[in-house]
DNA sequence: GTCTAACATTTTAGATTTAAAGTATCAGGG
DNA sequence: CCCTGATACTTTAAATCTAAAATGTTAGAC
């Protein structure tokens, strides 16, 4: 039986407070939300499709680069280690969804990209996919969308100048 | 080495392009946003104290609770499965820095507590930690704070009532 | 008292993930 | 050409995480 424990509201948030610093309520909340959506997402796509997030995550990078990708660009967007990238990518070439095929200039690269049967199974998961976040996110409104985005936007400027 | 991939402008965002759905792109950024935070403080963690998150996510969770805790309220808490608090916490008993003692009015249940030599351990950690994620979020102003806090919440609501 | 179902936790098996080391390739200087 | 260092990717070892099964306990129905 699965015992992984629904998210309420006994999350991370939990730990702090009132008189905690604000920065890290505010990263706690963020995680939360973060969580509660991602272990949904999970729990669908196996369900549904019998599949994981990474694959899913590989997958659509594809289908949003028909020109491909190397395995250091799928690295980077996936934002996880080069040797996870590699796991996954044998998986799904295994599976025939996607190709790994040298790059004439370069015989470091390869280049990626999603076969028919890659796109073809992956359009129906993204539909089914697109209505869940829908379904979880969809009931804000126009401006409160917008604001939440330009938000984390300027949260997103806030962190990277620390990058070295 | 490591070769995890820095997050820059190239990241879970740029799978989609301006014609994709609101809600799509707003759980995409926050979770790059969330991404991004997270990899940053794993890697302090393990350059400056040896350790991992989840094991100072655990150790945190009881900090805030000074009476302690069962195994499934940090199950609850640090959103993951129970099987996973397990074997965190026999780690973290094995270095003496937790308490597993049994509750008296049900054997079922087991009261999970820092030891003083694991709140000691954990001060020093968590007063980095916090400058950590100043650092990344403090420089953000009061009124930012509060409206991305307020807007998460809003956020958190509109995902929960899907539990079932 | 005995069943039954729910509960709290641990165990198990397997997949994922990471950091680091390893392999191969490239680019530039000498 | 021969280094050297950087780059692209894979492999490795260890930790994490999950879902499901197993164990032991409790509570309520009968």
Same mark, same amino acid.
């Given at each position: 039986?699965? +015992?992984?424990?629904?998210?309420?509201?006994?999350?991370? $948030?939990?730990?702090? +407070?009132? $008189?905690?610093?604000?920065?890290?309520?505010? !990263?706690?909340?963020?995680?939360?939300?973060?969580?509660?959506?991602? =272990?949904?997402?999970?729990?669908? *796509? @196996? $369900?549904?499709?019998?599949?994981?997030?990474?694959?899913?995550?590989?997958?659509? =990078?594809?289908?949003?680069?028909?020109? &491909? *990708?190397?395995?250091?660009?799928?690295?980077?967007?996936?934002?996880?280690?080069? &040797?996870?990238?590699? &796991?996954?990518?044998? +998986?799904?070439?295994?599976?025939?969804?996607?190709?790994?095929?040298? /790059?004439?200039?370069?015989?470091?690269?390869?280049?990626?990209?999603?076969?028919?049967?890659? @796109?073809?199974?992956?359009?129906?998961?993204?539909?089914?996919?697109? &209505? !869940? /976040? /829908?379904?979880?996110?969809?009931?804000?409104? =126009?401006?409160?969308?917008?604001?939440?985005?330009?938000?984390?936007? =300027?949260?997103?400027?806030?962190?990277?100048?620390?990058?070295?």
């Amino acid at each position: 039986m699965n +015992q992984k424990a629904t998210a309420t509201e006994l999350n991370h $948030e939990s730990r702090l +407070q009132s $008189e905690d610093h604000q920065s890290i309520r505010l !990263w706690l909340r963020l995680l939360t939300c973060t969580n509660m959506i991602e =272990q949904r997402l999970r729990a669908r *796509l @196996r $369900e549904e499709f019998a599949t994981t997030l990474p694959r899913f995550d590989f997958m659509a =990078q594809l289908e949003r680069a028909p020109d &491909g *990708l190397t395995m250091g660009e799928l690295s980077q967007r996936m934002m996880v280690s080069g &040797g996870n990238v590699s &796991g996954i990518a044998n +998986q799904l070439e295994g599976e025939g969804l996607i190709d790994r095929s040298p /790059v004439p200039d370069n015989r470091r690269t390869l280049c990626v990209k999603l076969t028919d049967k890659g @796109r073809t199974r992956f359009v129906d998961m993204a539909v089914a996919h697109e &209505g !869940w /976040v /829908v379904e979880m996110l969809g009931d804000l409104s =126009q401006t409160e969308h917008q604001q939440i985005m330009q938000h984390l936007a =300027q949260l997103k400027c806030a962190v990277v100048p620390l990058e070295g």
